[in-house]
């Protein structure tokens, strides 16, 4: 059971799907669950597997992961032990409508899905990104029209690599299949096909009525200049790109820390996503001397 419920967790952290693990810790007296029983509760708070228990017990903690589903937008975990009795008593318990009477300590557990960044262009600054990526311990796939700027020895850390032209790349995708990626960087040597990328990416994601960036999809960012992103927004809303779906894209992107290397490139774009990805707004750090 523990490896199955573990196993479905993972997958569900796969799908960028939030995932809340519980797990029986350590037992006394008569209780339904047994050390080291799991349940595991994806994002959605309808769909679980395994179990801690059954009856009130596992009632009782449906309905916490539920909660921390709602309230957390980051990892964290609580230890909650329950006196299965309805007259349990002490700080340290939280009294269950029970006749069982004995006590059971059980971990509640959020994991959130770490990046998975779709980097689109394999060249200078994908590569440099890539390396970043797997040190920060988060997942990359690569995309390039050049089957040498998207090998394995270029990236050999890859989920995904892709050489194809960009509409073979888009035939098999759409707004749902998308949503494994947590960014999309649009970095291709090419600004056509840059273009026809994020073309490709927001009339998908409009047909679904979905934000780039949203809860739904991915946030997509683009490499370039002003002049360069005025000129690709013409396009897009020639095409039928709606100016709210535009406004959600980020270019260019990286944080504003004069980065001009593709190494420096590569750590601005990572502390923007990490930034995103933990909800918070960059700012100067308390710990610099004056």
């Known amino acids: 059971m523990t490896a199955q419920v573990l196993t479905w967790a993972l997958g569900e952290l796969a799908k960028r799907h939030t995932v809340v693990l519980a797990s029986v810790l350590n037992t006394s007296g008569s209780v339904p669950g047994k050390t080291g029983a799991r349940l595991a509760m994806t994002s959605d708070g309808h769909r679980w597997t395994g179990t801690v228990g059954g009856a009130g017990l596992e009632h009782r903690v449906l309905g916490r992961c539920r909660e921390l589903l709602v309230s957390s937008n980051e990892p964290t975990a609580e230890v909650i032990t329950y006196g299965l009795n309805k007259g349990a008593k002490g700080y340290e318990v939280t009294p269950l409508d029970s006749l069982c009477g004995g006590r059971v300590t059980i971990s509640i557990e959020v994991m959130i899905p770490m990046p998975h960044v779709l980097i689109m262009g394999g060249g200078h600054c994908g590569e440099a990104l890539s390396g970043l990526l797997v040190r920060l311990g988060w997942s990359y796939s690569v995309h390039d029209t050049r089957s040498e700027f998207a090998s394995r020895e ?61 809860q739904h999809g991915p946030r997509i960012g683009v490499i370039g200049s002003r002049s360069k992103w005025q000129a690709f927004e013409a396009t897009c809303r020639e095409e039928g790109i709606e100016q709210s779906m535009l406004d959600g894209v980020i270019c260019p992107i990286g944080l504003n820390i004069g980065a001009q290397s593709p190494e420096e490139i590569a750590v601005a774009v990572a502390a923007q996503i990490m930034a995103e990805h933990k909800g918070i707004e960059p700012g100067e750090g308390t710990w610099r001397q004056s």
Request: glycine share 6%; hydrophobic share 40%.
């Open 154 to 214: 270029l990236y050999p850390d890859a989920v995904e690599r892709s050489s194809s032209t960009v509409e073979a790349f888009f035939a098999n995708e759409d707004a749902t299949t998308l949503r494994r990626f947590s960014d999309v960087l649009l970095l291709g040597h090419d600004w056509s096909e840059d273009e026809a990328r994020l073309l490709s990416l927001l009339q998908r994601m409009q047909q679904a009525g979905i934000q780039p960036g949203g």
